[in-house]
């Protein structure tokens, strides 16, 4: 079977949702290329593996060279200070646009997150067409990708497709992960029509399968034609009754960034 590429590059193949989907990767592609700032371990059959530090331009460069296509995971995955944030997610999508736009790459999948509309509340309904709210450091480096990404399509043509990821992993175990659940199949799926859809431009879609009570609506990528087959509600029988519903005093669980609303600012005392 022909794969819709040849050679990709999937970096932050080291963190968690990284190496779920390692083995998912070689549908997309003869070779894939596996980056990481740590290492991740030997090469398997149809694979490179590269060790690269995000905020250093010229290993992005390497790592970025001889690839069709990027699907750009890499970077700091958690609210921490802003210093490591800055280097790994702000100068390093710098350092992957200017890459990708200097070596005529042209389309990218961005690892963005649903904590850009963290602020809003769980009683809205939230689109990509409305403005950004990030919940901390973390969801403002994503909102800046995003924007980042933007340029690129406005300025040079370099095509992407920003998910705005949900909670992907294998359960949920709370009101706010029944929502935002996103199952590994689904986001395989939905990396595949961001990677084949014909035309792009620049696309916000949302990372979520298809659950009881979502709070984001995706009217704006429906070119992307991904259709979730899984659902949180089965999942629901597991849920421990005294966290089934949001706490009216707690914004954490009224605001849909949940903890990360109150996580922050992290920044070093002088």
Known sequence: ??????????????????????P??????????????ADIGPAGPGEE??????????????????????????????????????????????NLYEAVHKLGIRRVVFASSNHTMGMYETSERVDAGMPTRA???????KVWGENLSRYYWDRFGVETVCLRIG?????????????????????????????????????????VSDNPGRWWDDRHSRHLAFQARDSSAQFAG????????????DSSTFLQGGAFVTMGPKYPAS
């Open 135 to 141: 919940d901390g450091y973390y969801g403002l480096s």
């Open 24 to 37: 998912h990767l070689q549908a997309f592609a003869d070779i894939v290329r596996l980056a990481d700032v």
């Open 49 to 94: 593996v590269v060790r690269c530090d995000l905020a250093n331009r010229d290993d992005v460069m390497q790592m970025c060279e001889g690839m069709d296509a990027i699907l750009h995971f890499g970077g700091v995955s958690t609210e921490v200070e802003f210093a490591p944030i800055m280097d790994a997610n702000i100068l390093g999508m710098v």
């Open 1 to 22: 079977m022909t794969k819709p590429f040849k050679r990709i590059l999937f970096t932050g193949a080291g963190g968690n949702l990284g190496r779920r989907l390692r």
């Open 167 to 207: 909670y992907c992993f294998p359960e949920p175990t709370t009101h706010r992960q029944m929502v935002t659940w996103l199952s590994l199949d689904d986001m395989v799926e939905l990396l595949r029509r961001a990677l084949v859809t014909p035309r792009v431009g620049h696309t916000v879609t949302f990372g």
């Open 238 to 249: 597991n849920l421990p009754q005294e966290f089934a519903y949001p706490a009216p005093d």
